[in-house]
């Protein structure tokens, strides 16, 4: 057996054990991506290989915690693909404004910049109280940190870029206060959002929803995860609801795409059809 | 030189658009090898590279999609601000990890992946570049026994990234653009039956 294949049928043994231990499954995620990670956090970790690691981290959960943050990459920022966030300005939020309360689930959060980019954008459609956000992550790290809503300043110069790309006129120093290094979100913002674990590989799905976002998320899944994830969002979402991926993620070829039109055709904005 | 080759992966930086252009554009349609590129650019380019480059070449380029399959013959760019990688069963990944080697997409990024599934069966093409990125993953490429192909300091727009392969690793060849073509077909199998140009979605 080639080294590499010791290593593939090693991590395979570490991520049964840890599914069985600790009922995260990350088995379904796709192999390449999930194996540079592992390979970054056995190198800074104290353990030679994968199956010297595997007897202390069935038995210590610190051991886990730390290997599932090097797991769930979460990288994200404040209008990311401002195009995106421009198009559901224009042309999202006027549907949206048709419907006395909305609610919207966005799966695979990370630390909360997607769902604050939504909250702000809603309020300045004139949708302030009249919509809940459900942002979700299966991360309680981020989780933790998306709900302080506490940022690191030097971030700022570049989210007020993408908010403007996106076609923001208000002042974004606004909806935030500085101190220090940090910068604290104006409490306008998060009173809207709920933020809650849920875990795609086995939770269920979120009820009568206008709008589901799953963006940078399902590029890592192996496509039998992808189809369970896009079959948990197609019955969250309401008939004439929108379903919105990562730029390079897309439902051609995939047996749900027929219930849905493309509203934006780069942009990755799916509209569910009525019926 | 038999050796069963299985894919062709290429990192290049600043200078890349002509590089891609010459080496690409003497290729034939009937070249037997995928080839899976990273070329640094901007996160908000665009996909207009991939566009230009189909226009002029024989081969089909695409910009790569989530999953698609790797297919002979056939041209795949990084697309802007993802990781390309390369899934075992002959299928792309992409990533939107941070930054590795200070780029997204990262030509290690794509050169490790890609040397993990192909193992000897891989050539691996480092261009003109004015930073590091790459080095490192012809080194790998090399340590599972894939062969390395640098071109030339003195031909290259930018001489940095093909001399910081060159300090990382022994390289097979090194050699100007302009004989690159001849080289790669030279190393591939036989000619696949038929041309890829408009096979396939979008
Ligand atoms: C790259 S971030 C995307 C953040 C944001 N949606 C964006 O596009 O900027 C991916 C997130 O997916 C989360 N994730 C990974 N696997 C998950 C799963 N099985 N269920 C829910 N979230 C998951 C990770 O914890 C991470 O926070």
Redesign the interface.
Same mark, same amino acid.
């Given at each position: 057996m @080639?080294l590499?294949e010791v290593e593939?049928v090693e991590i395979r043994l570490l991520l049964e054990g840890v599914q069985q231990i600790y009922g995260y499954d990350f088995r379904d995620y +796709?192999?390449? %991506?999930i194996? @540079? @990670?592992l390979s970054h956090w056995l190198a800074e970790s104290e353990f030679a290989t994968f199956s010297q690691a595997q007897a202390r981290l069935l038995r210590d959960r610190g051991v886990f915690e730390s290997l599932l943050r090097g797991i769930t990459?979460n990288?994200t920022e404040m209008f990311r693909d401002p195009a995106f966030f421009r198009a559901v300005r224009e042309q999202v939020a006027p549907f949206l404004k048709t419907y006395p309360f909305v609610k919207i689930w966005h799966a695979g959060c990370a630390t909360g910049e997607e769902a604050y980019s939504m909250a702000i954008l809603l309020n300045e459609a004139g949708m302030a109280g009249r919509y809940r956000i459900y942002a979700t992550d299966i991360n309680e790290t981020v989780l933790q940190k998306a709900g302080e809503g506490v940022m690191a300043i030097k971030e700022m110069q570049r989210f007020t870029h993408n908010y403007q790309k996106a076609g923001g006129t208000a002042s974004f120093a606004d909806y935030y206060t500085a101190r220090y290094d940090r910068a604290i979100l104006s409490a306008a913002l998060k009173k809207d959002i709920v933020f809650a674990p849920h875990n795609l590989a086995v939770d269920g799905e979120f009820g009568e929803m206008n709008m589901v976002l799953c963006r940078?998320v399902m590029?890592?899944f192996k496509?039998a995860l992808k189809e369970r994830c896009l079959r948990l969002f197609d019955s969250s979402l309401l008939p004439g609801g929108f379903l919105c991926l990562?730029?390079?993620?897309?439902l051609?070829?995939r047996k749900m795409g027929e219930r849905y039109a493309e509203l934006l055709s780069p942009l990755r904005i799916y509209r569910k059809r009525y019926g | 030189m038999a050796r069963n080759f299985q894919a062709v992966v290429i990192g290049v930086s600043t200078g890349g658009v002509y590089a891609l252009q010459t080496l690409l554009g003497q290729l034939p349609a009937d070249f037997s090898l995928p080839i899976l590129i990273v070329q640094h650019i901007g996160p908000e380019a665009g996909s207009g590279l991939a566009k230009l480059l189909d226009e002029r070449c024989a081969l089909r380029v695409k910009e790569a999609?989530?999953?698609d399959e790797i297919l002979p013959g056939t041209v795949y760019l990084a697309?802007p601000n993802?990781h390309l990688?390369?899934? @075992?069963g002959g299928f792309l +990944?992409?990533?939107?990890?941070?930054h590795v080697s200070f780029a997204r997409p990262s030509v290690d990024?794509l050169f490790? %992946?890609a040397a +993990?599934?192909f193992?000897p069966h891989l050539i691996g093409v480092v261009l003109t570049g004015a930073n590091f990125d790459g080095s490192r993953g012809l080194k790998t490429i090399k340590q599972?026994g894939g062969v390395a192909i640098v071109q030339d300091p003195a031909d290259a727009a930018a001489r940095q990234m093909p001399l910081a392969a060159m300090a990382a690793t022994a390289v097979d060849y090194v050699l100007a653009l302009d004989g690159m073509a001849a080289l790669l077909q030279k190393l591939a199998p036989g000619r696949t039956a038929m041309s890829h140009k408009g096979r396939g979605?979008r």
């Open positions: @080639r590499d593939d +796709a192999a390449a %991506s194996k @540079r @990670r990459v990288v940078n590029i890592y496509p990562g730029l390079k993620e897309t051609e070829r | 999609d989530e999953q697309p993802y990688l390369v899934e @075992r +990944a992409l990533s939107a990890d941070p990024v490790e %992946s +993990a599934v193992g599972k979605a």
